[in-house]
């Protein structure tokens, strides 16, 4: 049996293969991921993008779910505050987990608790807007980024998503499924405020926490989209001021 590496793939005509750059390794990573080589003249120009942006696009995924991930999710929260800062319009942030997650893990072993994240993770992506980001940010761990979200939509979209989860029955053997539920907390982006993304999540995740301690399974967010301003965000105010500096 011939156990040689595979020779790498030939430039396309007229080039040389850019240095450091190995194309195999590339290939096997999208295999492992599921996805299918960039059709075409293996090496051509075309193709070389092709793969390029397979490869950035694996790069925003989470591997077991498919969502975003947090780098993502990072990314989105920082433009999302900035388009809010500048347009006044306003947004939801929530944060979601999977209520007593370790029981399935310690209950039912790892690999049903990847069918109940991969269950979740699907519930969430067909219950919000195509405009909305859906990410995994931690383990059993979820955050939504809603744009254009007024405060008094807010509360029916949170319950809106618990209740999806709550009807999934999650097949984690033949002839065996479980329920399972999630607490959400939610935080409205102060607007023609300039926050941060951890301010952001830290009001987001009180919520959370709140959500859990009156008993889990239910939605808390924030009563209004004027959020109270923090020290830090006068701050970040004032340092963009067009009027810093002048007597």
């Known amino acids: 049996m011939d156990t040689s590496a595979p020779a790498p793939l030939p430039p396309p005509p007229g080039a040389q293969q850019p240095h450091g ?14 996805r299918e080589a960039p059709s075409g003249e293996a090496g051509s120009t075309v193709w070389l993008q092709s793969l390029i942006d397979a490869l950035v696009e694996l790069s925003s995924r989470d591997a077991l779910t498919g969502l975003s991930n947090r780098r993502t999710f990072e990314l989105a929260l920082a ?10 319009e306003p947004a939801l942030l929530l944060t979601l987990d999977v209520d007593y997650f370790k029981q399935v893990n310690d209950t ?3 690999t049903a608790g990847d069918l109940v994240i ?21 383990g059993e ?11 008094a939509f807010g509360p029916q979209v949170a319950e809106r998503i618990r209740t999806r989860v709550e009807r999934e029955a999650v097949t984690i053997a033949p002839g065996q499924s479980i329920g399972v539920t999630i607490s959400i907390g939610g935080a409205f982006a102060p607007q023609w405020v300039r926050t941060t993304p ?13 959500a859990k301690n009156e008993g889990r399974n239910r939605c808390c967010l924030e009563a209004a989209a004027v959020s109270q301003v923090s020290a830090e965000e006068k701050g970040l105010l004032f340092a ?8």
Do not use: K
């Open 198 to 210: 951890r301010l952001w999540m830290d009001r987001a995740d009180v919520q959370l926490y709140r």
């Open 141 to 151: 761990e979820f955050s939504i980024v809603l744009p254009n979200c007024p405060a």
């Open 240 to 247: 963009t001021s067009q009027f810093q500096g002048l007597e």
């Open 108 to 110: 039912h072993g790892h």
């Open 21 to 34: 750059l190995h194309l195999e390794l590339a290939l096997q990573l999208l295999e492992q991921s599921g």
């Open 118 to 138: 991969q269950a979740v993770s699907r519930a969430l992506a067909e219950t919000v807007r195509p405009m909305d980001l859906v990410a995994r940010v931690g």
């Open 79 to 88: 433009r999302e505050i900035d388009r809010v800062a500048r347009s006044g």
